[in-house]
């Protein structure tokens, strides 16, 4: 206590969202900001904004197939607006670790109590492309990705998905112009899902037979939710590649994988 009043006198803390100097019981929002932060409560409704932008964009990627596909729940924090920009910001830009692993924790532990995520079985960063990654030294949505796994307790693969095209920033793209940057974007490896899921085997947690599909629900993370143009990719070239993986009488068990998405943050639509 007495080394964290010091250190505040040396270095203030500020309040991530209005920039107010923090007290030494406050952490990363002051108290007022906290109180305001606009929470989606997504996480309780199935059918919620940022579940229909993304089952809307899988399904025109789907066609007439998606009727048998179970529908993809998507859940955030809170809203991206106003001071709470920074939240995400933070750690994206600045390498605010602390801050960002802290509201990683907080959507895990929402996402642990909502009936719609108490059952994922995968967590799934959606990945950088290398060059990116290697400017910035570590992919945000990875730092988020292992939080919200240890809160759900279960694995994280970080190397499922790899971004193989190099797509421009989203930031001044409108919806059709995201959706045609990052088609075809992704590259998935299923080996890491293979290989997890012939652990789980031998852990007498799973049959080992269906190879590889002793996942059935995948989470997807990100720090931010715009389109969901990103995401609803990333879900297309997982089930491009579990079909692929799967033929014949598997095929069924591979449709049956629900694939969702959460991230801290959702743009207000
Ligand atoms: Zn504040």
Same mark, same amino acid.
């Given at each position: 206590?007495?080394?964290?009043?010091?250190?505040?006198?040396?270095?203030?803390?500020?309040?991530?969202?209005?920039?107010?100097?923090?007290?030494?019981?406050?952490?990363?929002?002051?108290?007022?900001?906290?109180?305001?932060?606009?929470?989606?409560?997504?996480?309780?409704?199935?059918?919620?904004?940022?579940?229909?932008?993304?089952?809307?964009?899988?399904?025109?990627?789907?066609?007439?197939?998606?009727?048998?596909?179970?529908?993809?729940?998507?859940?955030?924090?809170?809203?991206?607006?106003?001071?709470?920009?920074?939240?995400?910001?933070?750690?994206?830009?600045?390498?605010?670790?602390?801050?960002?692993?802290?509201?990683?924790?907080?959507?895990?532990?929402?996402?642990?109590?909502?009936?719609?995520?108490?059952?994922?079985?995968?967590?799934?960063?959606?990945?950088?492309?290398?060059?990116?990654?290697?400017?910035?030294?570590?992919?945000?949505?990875?730092?988020?990705?292992?939080?919200?796994?240890?809160?759900? !307790?279960?694995?994280?693969?970080?190397? @499922? =998905?790899?971004?193989?095209?190099? *797509?421009?920033?989203? %930031?001044?793209?409108?919806? /059709?112009?995201?959706?045609?940057?990052?088609?075809?974007?992704?590259?998935?490896?299923?080996?890491?899902?293979?290989?997890?899921?012939?652990?789980?085997?031998?852990?007498?947690?799973?049959?080992?037979?269906?190879? !590889?599909?002793?996942?059935?629900?995948? @989470? =997807?993370?990100?720090?931010?939710? *715009?389109?969901?143009? %990103?995401?609803?990719?990333? /879900?297309?070239?997982?089930?491009?590649?579990?079909?692929?993986?799967?033929?014949?009488?598997?095929?069924?068990?591979?449709?049956?994988?629900?694939?969702?998405?959460?991230?801290?943050?959702?743009?207000?639509?």
């Amino acid at each position: 206590m007495i080394w964290k009043v010091i250190a505040d006198l040396l270095m203030p803390r500020t309040c991530l969202a209005c920039g107010a100097e923090l007290g030494p019981e406050e952490e990363h929002l002051c108290e007022s900001c906290w109180k305001d932060l606009p929470r989606t409560r997504y996480w309780k409704l199935r059918e919620n904004p940022m579940a229909e932008s993304f089952n809307s964009l899988v399904q025109r990627n789907m066609g007439e197939d998606v009727r048998y596909q179970p529908y993809g729940y998507a859940a955030s924090l809170y809203l991206y607006k106003g001071g709470y920009r920074e939240i995400s910001k933070a750690l994206k830009y600045r390498r605010n670790f602390a801050a960002g692993r802290y509201f990683a924790r907080m959507l895990g532990t929402t996402l642990a109590g909502s009936q719609y995520f108490q059952d994922v079985d995968l967590v799934v960063p959606i990945p950088l492309h290398w060059t990116r990654r290697w400017q910035r030294g570590y992919n945000q949505a990875a730092v988020i990705a292992r939080e919200v796994a240890a809160c759900l !307790g279960c694995p994280c693969d970080t190397r @499922l =998905l790899k971004r193989t095209r190099h *797509t421009r920033t989203q %930031t001044h793209l409108n919806a /059709e112009g995201r959706a045609s940057n990052v088609a075809g974007a992704f590259q998935v490896n299923l080996r890491g899902w293979s290989k997890l899921s012939g652990k789980m085997a031998k852990n007498g947690e799973g049959d080992g037979v269906s190879e !590889g599909l002793r996942f059935r629900h995948c @989470l =997807l993370i990100d720090d931010v939710f *715009t389109t969901g143009s %990103t995401a609803a990719s990333c /879900e297309r070239a997982i089930r491009a590649a579990l079909r692929t993986a799967t033929p014949g009488r598997n095929s069924n068990n591979a449709r049956r994988v629900r694939i969702s998405v959460a991230t801290l943050a959702c743009v207000e639509r």
